[in-house]
């Protein structure tokens, strides 16, 4: 019990600080956050669209963010490594607080999500699914869904090429939950296949095109030996 007990402990602390980080870095566009244990102490990787903002001038800010998370959430010698995202719009997280931030403006939810659909699949997703929950037209909570191309539910390829972000739109009316979910534009699902013709298959696969050996033939055995 008391291994597990740890177990909690140490996931809510690192969901604490994924919150955390989200609102001191929404600005810089957070992107997604990796907590790993080293010899050396606690090493934290943070995906903004703009490194910039979070590291500031001279270092300032990224080492106001290294005191809190040492003190606040208790992480032993944190290192923040901070790494610009490479495309924003196939970022899900990122995606996903940029609709947010659309619908807080006051876009209507359905040109909202049309919009962000096609910006991800303009960029080279093989996929996107887009849900937004919540009081969107009345007092009645409804759920709206967008998808387009391939996407993947359960299995072996939704854990490999699906990437999931989640925000949160503040109106009026009340909160809206934002959820995008991409897939990979690399992804190599199981239906995928390619057909070569054989000098193709005989570069990827020599063993099964080596010509049979010639036969050898034999000398009559006389009678007698």
């Not at 500031?56 to 003190?71: A, F, P, S, Y």
């Not at 995928?192 to 095109?209: M, R």
Request: charged fraction near 30%; charge should be positive.
């Amino acid at each position: 019990m008391a291994s597990e007990r740890k177990f909690v402990a140490e996931n809510v602390r690192r969901v604490l600080l994924k919150e955390y980080l989200m609102k001191e870095v929404s600005r810089a566009g957070f992107g997604g956050l990796e907590v790993q244990r080293t010899p050396m102490g606690t090493r934290v990787l943070l995906i903004t669209e703009r490194p910039g903002l979070v590291i500031g001038r001279r270092g300032q800010t990224i080492k106001n963010l290294t005191t809190v998370i040492e003190d606040r959430f208790g992480f032993e010698n944190p290192q923040i490594e901070v790494q610009e995202v490479k495309n924003a719009n196939l970022n899900a997280q990122i995606m996903a607080e940029k609709l947010a931030f659309s619908l807080e403006r006051g876009w209507h939810f359905r040109r909202a999500g049309h919009s962000t659909v096609r910006r991800i699949m303009d960029a080279g997703a093989r996929g996107c699914h887009i849900i937004v929950a919540g009081k969107l037209t009345g007092q009645r909570h409804r759920t709206e869904k967008f998808k387009e191309g391939y996407i993947k539910f359960c299995g072996e390829p939704k854990a490999n090429f699906i990437t999931r972000g989640y925000a949160v739109a503040k109106l009026k009316m009340g909160v809206i939950g934002v959820t995008v979910e991409i897939m990979d534009e690399n992804a190599k699902l199981p239906a995928d296949i390619s057909v070569c013709n054989k000098t193709e298959a005989a570069a990827i696969l020599p063993d099964l095109f080596v010509a049979p050996a010639a036969p050898v033939d034999e000398e009559p055995v006389e009678e007698g030996q």
